[in-house]
């Protein structure tokens, strides 16, 4: 990487964190220079306008969750444990989560409004490739006679990605992590109902 790719970089990771905490209104280019310590015309010579330095750090933001989350999955073996990675992991790294200022999926998600399709484009991309994640184990773990197949399954990735966001949304508002655990605990034990 070069000098000018790392200080894009790095603008980015600032600024993935500024928006992450502060939301896209509630974040100013102003924020950014302060946060970064560079000037306005540094950044405006990476970016063209706040909306392009705002999908680069959702983007970012989104590898990172993505990173985070399946690093507790990628060395299990059977599809019921990757499916309890995943459920262990949003508890397990809440604190990470909680302290970037949320899980950047529902914090984007609140935040940027219809006007903003590309934001919006980013994330339904995300959650589809999440649900993708989940169901393709489970069929694995179907077809592998590790799951067996039952009326939970069906609606499995989404009922599990809305409990987890609803957890982390909860435990952030309440200041109370309960509620993912809670919600972790949950999803295992309907994953263990599961199994073969």
Request: with cysteine.
């Amino acid at each position: 990487m070069d000098k000018a790719e790392r200080t894009k970089q790095y603008i980015i990771e600032t600024a993935a964190s500024i928006f992450n905490k502060n939301g896209y209104d509630g974040t100013s280019f102003s924020d950014i220079v302060k946060g970064t310590g560079l000037s306005k015309g540094a950044i405006y010579g990476h970016f063209e306008n706040k909306d392009e330095l705002a999908f680069a750090a959702l983007e970012h933001n989104l590898k990172l969750a993505s990173k985070i989350i399946f690093s507790n999955v990628k060395d299990r073996k059977s599809s019921s444990e990757k499916l309890i990675g995943f459920a262990q992991s949003y508890s397990l790294f809440f604190e990470i989560i909680n302290n970037a200022g949320g899980c950047p999926v529902i914090n984007a998600a609140v935040d940027y409004d219809e006007g903003i399709s590309l934001f919006r484009k980013s994330i339904v991309k995300f959650v589809t490739m999440w649900q993708n994640s989940i169901t393709k184990i489970i069929d694995e773990g179907i077809k592998k006679g590790e799951l067996r197949l039952c009326d939970e399954l069906t609606a499995f990735s989404s009922i599990f990605i809305s409990l987890v966001e609803g957890a982390i949304m909860l435990s952030k508002v309440m200041n109370d992590r309960k509620y993912i655990d809670d919600a972790s605990k949950y999803l295992v034990s309907m994953i263990e109902k599961m199994k073969a």
